[in-house]
């Protein structure tokens, strides 16, 4: 009963949709009020009508009721609650109504929070929100059906796949999904701003918290998969260039430039409709990555099954999409220009080129990842396109990039100086050579050290330069220097914290690169592997049951200069159902490295080990996490506050701003 | 700067991104794409040992010999075979009878060295490449695919 109302719901929903996305448009275009004022209304409708759906189909997953398909395919009564809620989402039909949900929350948060907006802007925004909600529950509807029934229901459900049930993976694709779903919001306004024919520092204002915080879930998420790719999979790798992970950087890139550009738009005015344009590209690649996951056009461990129905609603989709704003964009975007003029040596040359840099990241990894579905469909062979290829495209166009991002923030508007920003940054450059020439010393000069050197002095450049302009900026050694840091903005604060994070990143992605090592053997107990100044003893597999798996458990002992430090217990597990065998890795961490375990097959004379040292790894995702908690310090600036419009708007009709004295 | 002169600049800019990126993609392309052969496709193209390969097929029955660290098996697609060598432990759901890609070279003694072997966590599951394969070899029945695969690689 409880999953037809979900259902009907979900048709109802599609309606109001409709509602949606007509009346509004109409009424902005003739400025008729009352049908503009529809549109608020209609989103909350939409967001009760939704949720009432999604929680109809999680309460059919919690009471484990396998008479609906989805349940029954994915769900299992032994499960523990946490994976049977995220088994909701762990399927095609699912995924796709947690999509929806998250478009319905950001529609009437807009709704909520955007009574501050032009009544026009607003009622577009949530016109062209509709339109996607309706492409969407359409979707959903018509192919891809979560409360589909079977008759007779069967007595117990299949199960989660094992490697699924992890609490890194529950959190990963809605983590993800926030991220995707906030482009539409940036999108929206974007198609919105297009129609108006107007894109000025106001727009940048209202459309930056929705960029900051879709690029915080969406680097949250990325870095959360990664994390869970690798302590779950076995193999140590944190980021393998999979088309998955392709997709869903692609969007994370088109938005880290659309940060940066709306940056220029709101303080100077200048790239309005290059902004627009990328404001389209990150949502038409959260699109891109919506659906090359979902469709099964991409060999990968994320893919549902394909079904061609699916692919052509999903291609029509995208199309008119991608093609109808675009289409918009040729034609509105002319009217756009206008705005500071600026010399190429100034802070917005400098942004400029990060965006030059981040959406030519953008077009070769996207051409990596859809060529080899580009030459599958046009027959000319099965190709993969892999690493090699994306360290060998993206690494050149970073190194520019993280350079440039030392020295950006030290340029003034309109026109700077480069050798006075250069000169401020000695101290920076002194100690990256220092850096250089130590991590030769070490460790030679092949090839791999060059890098490995390139690498360290990036990560060094990046952070001090990051600190030397924080600092100077705070006049931090000066009396006073805490009121200063009181007062200077959030947005500030944000850019210090998130360019360092990306520093400690480079710094964790070098170490782990250059300095990982591996060993497989066959052990039989009492043997013993020396590491990394680690001595590893294998003292033998025990049988050991759990709730739904039994697992065969090694026992590793560790020690370091004689003495015991940890017993790592690695485990290898055979789930009952589904039944599948699954790798449980066991990790020792020493400040920011870590020994990692990971038992194998039995062998004739003993058991496969497999052991990885990773050095400074963690500061991967170290580093990721500072990066996201910049851009929520970013996101708490006051300028960008909820109530902010209005008064910002009353600054641009110039009346005495209350915030004027910030 | 004036109007014009802006824009002259903005175009060279561009241009050079363009320009980079397009050098960056062609060097990279030629280096680094790799093919995916069949058993059948391997048997008549004779790839040289050294070029980066995918191969794939299904793993023949009693085919898979562990020895220590090393495992040689066969895969076929039900025309030709490969035997397959490869150092490591296999992925979880690596077994007789399912569908895996590897990836690494040709070796000269005819067997194929792999550095990475993919398995599907599906007991049903086949990689996509393989079904295409399979299904050129006229071994393959539309509708047996099973949905949900779950990742699942072993690398070196």
Known sequence: MITELGHFALALALAVALVQSVLPMIGAARGNGALMDVARPAAFAQFVLVIAAFGALVHAFVTSDFSVVGVYNNSHTLKPLLYKISGVWGNHEGSLLLWITILAVFGAAVAALGRNLPPTLRARTLAVQGMISVGFIAFILFTSNPFLRIDPAPAEGLGLNPILQDPGLAFHPPMLYMGYVGFSIVFAFAVAALIEGRVDATWARWVRPWTLAAWIFLTLGIGLGSWWSYYTLGWGGWWAWDPVENVSFLPWLAGTALLHSAIVVEKREALKSWTVLLALVAFSMSLLGTFLVRSGLLTSPHAFAADPTRGIFVLALLGITIGGSLVLYAIRAPYLEGGGAFAPISREGGLLINNLLLTTCVATVLLGTVYPIITDALDVGKITVGRPYFDAVFVPLMVPLVALMGVGPLLSWKRADVTGALARLKIAAAIVAVVAVSTLAVSGTSLVALGTALGFSMAAWLGISTILEWAERTRIIRAGAFQRVIHLPRAAHGMTVAHFGMAVLIAGITASTAGRQEHIQTMTPGQSVEMAGYTLTFKGVATVPGPNYTANRATIELTRDGRLIDTLQPERRVFRQPPQETTFIRIHTRWFSELYTVLGDPDDNGYVTRFFYEPLVTLIWYGTLLMALGGLISLTDRRYRVGAPRRAVSVAAGMPAPEAAE | ?156
């Open chain 2, 1 to 156: 700067m004036t109007r014009k002169s802006r824009r002259l600049y903005f175009v060279l800019l561009g241009l050079l991104g363009l320009g980079a990126g397009l050098a960056l993609v062609l060097t990279a392309f030629n280096d680094n794409i790799v093919f995916f052969f069949s058993p059948t496709e391997v048997a008549a193209k004779h790839p040289k040992p050294d070029q980066r390969l995918r191969v794939g097929g299904l793993v023949v029955d009693g085919s898979v010999q562990k020895n220590g660290t090393e495992v040689v098996f066969t895969v076929t697609d039900m025309s030709n075979v490969l035997p397959i060598k490869y150092v490591g432990i296999l992925p979880d759901l690596f077994r007789e009878g399912q569908g895996i890609i590897a990836e690494g070279h040709m070796g000269p003694d005819g067997i194929f060295a792999a550095n990475e072997v993919l398995a599907k966590h599906d007991e049903k599951y086949m990689p996509k490449e393989v079904a295409d394969a399979l299904k050129k070899s006229g071994r393959w029945q539309e509708g047996s695919n099973a949905k949900h695969p779950a990742p699942e690689n072993a690398q070196r």
